[in-house]
């Protein structure tokens, strides 16, 4: 659906939303007064100094400075981009997301012609399997490699004969197809004109979406052309870096999928397959992604990378691991399992059989055990110098494990490894890197040397946790002639809540996501001044007075430094008025 998410609905979805419950369900929370609490899951904690407001309806941890509201939770934890986080929200409260649209949005392609065209050209590819004159080196091939029809079908492999423009002839027969063709990648331009097939002597491997949809190509060629395995290029249809190949089948075989395999080719996919394993899938020449990680774990719960026993597979199993660490909340696994020399999953399966090779599986070794392995590698334990290099190379990796059991015992594990107190660990991995913010105690303290807010904070904070106060404000055009650090932000947010009176303080939040002035709305919103409860209306009353005590005062002072004879006769009596009124 094309456009913009309207401001309107997000807040009218955040009054219906309960941070506290978006929370618990992922981050369990316990009552402290009129606040819920818990240790933070953004950093390593053992004193919980994580808060959620149900009044306000936001979060802030008071060690490491997270805060946001119920969107923005979904998008630190569960690492959502914001329209999926919307999303998610809008389908617990049982509605659907409108979308605007003006002349900065473009409306988004309908790509059903591209997916109906690809589905054409699929079909064509197994036609050829079956019907051409060049098919039997494609069924020799195969047969080679020990693959059934069964499974072939099960796939929908195909087979591009050899020649410039088998497929351009057969379906691109207009002008519009050809173009379509070409923006797909199924055909390639030439620089003095016309096109020629990009498939070409090649085994077709068709890659779906989740849906089932035909979105591109794999092609192993048959004779000794480079390169030996060839991908469609990305298109409007096809990211390489968001999609894995047998995803789709591996969820159509088994519809409580528990496990992924992660191996490094379609062929390798559709062998295993041939043998009973199908839960593999494949990256399409490229390395394991977030997002690749994020689709399988939406679904299950333990992934297994199948990597070469060499020194690149290692390498290319260290890159993983990086990659995955972010993502392990508890309850996911990220397992590793090494090859044989001179082995792949297709060879191995074939040599040792199902059984064996589903063994070897459930041996992978867990990422904690993979992650120490490495390490150890890299520093000598058994020498103080070592076990401080060790804990140096742990640092940026276990520092951005999500909050949980599992983050807990990958310290426990640290701990125990170079013989030090857990929180010697934990101090030294994390809290280089968090400010130290004041305690409400010395907060207090500082307010009571003399260091009183300024009236432009008191007037952000009343508004931003009462937004009703609005009503108070009856003159704004003074508040604007005010030259003082903030007075631009508090402007824009009296004009927010004056056209939009009924925003909630986690709504009006929200409307200031990924804006400069962003961080310091949410500063604000953190600060909780000494005031009792009833006396919060009389402090607004006082800054906002004190502020128009300013602007008259500034307006005073530039009028009387300019000489009399250049002012104005309105100029004259305002400022006339002004002394009067000292």
Known sequence: MAGRIPSTFIDELLARTDI?????ARVPLIKKGREFQACCPFHHEKTPSFTVSQVKQFYHCFGCGAHGTAIGFLMEYENMPFPEAVEDLAAKAGTEVPRDEDENDKPRENLAPLFS??????????????SHPQKESAIAYLKQRGLSGEIAARYGLGFAPEGWSHLHEAIGED?????????????????????????RNRIIFPIHDTRGRVIGFGGRVLGDDKPKYLNSPESPLFHKGQELYGLYQARKNNRNLTQALVVEGYMDVV???????????????TATTPDHLNQL?????????????????????????????PLLRDGREVLFMFLPDGEDPDSLVRTEGTQQFEQRISEAIPLSQFFFAQLEQQADIHSLDGRAKLVSLARPKLSRLPAGMFREMMFKQLSNLVDLEEETISGHLLEPDIPKPATRTKQASSNQRGQSPSPVRTALSAL??????????????????????????????IETLQQHPNLTPAALLERWRGRESEGVLHKVAQWNPPIPEEGIEHEFQGAIKQLLALSRDQLTESLYSRPLNELSAEERTKLQQLLSAQ
């Open 117 to 130: 065209l690809m589905e054409q050209v699929s079909d064509w590819y197994k036609q050829q399997l079956k």
């Open 175 to 199: 002008n519009n197809t050809t173009q379509q063709l070409t923006r797909t990648g199924m055909l390639i331009e030439k620089e003095n004109g016309g096109h020629y097939d990009r498939f």
């Open 297 to 325: 774990f939406r679904s299950i719960s333990r992934i297994v990378f199948c990597f070469d026993g060499d020194r690149a597979g290692r390498d290319a199993a260290v890159k993983a691991m990086d990659t995955a660490i």
């Open 464 to 493: 931003l946790h009462n937004p009703h106060l609005i009503e108070q404000i009856t003159e704004l055009e003074p508040l604007k002639q005010i030259d003082g650090p903030g007075i631009p932000l508090l402007i824009e947010v």
């Open 20 to 24: 506290v419950d978006v929370i618990d």
């Open 271 to 285: 062998a295993l397959a041939q043998f009973g394993i199908r839960y593999s899938v494949a990256t399409l020449g």
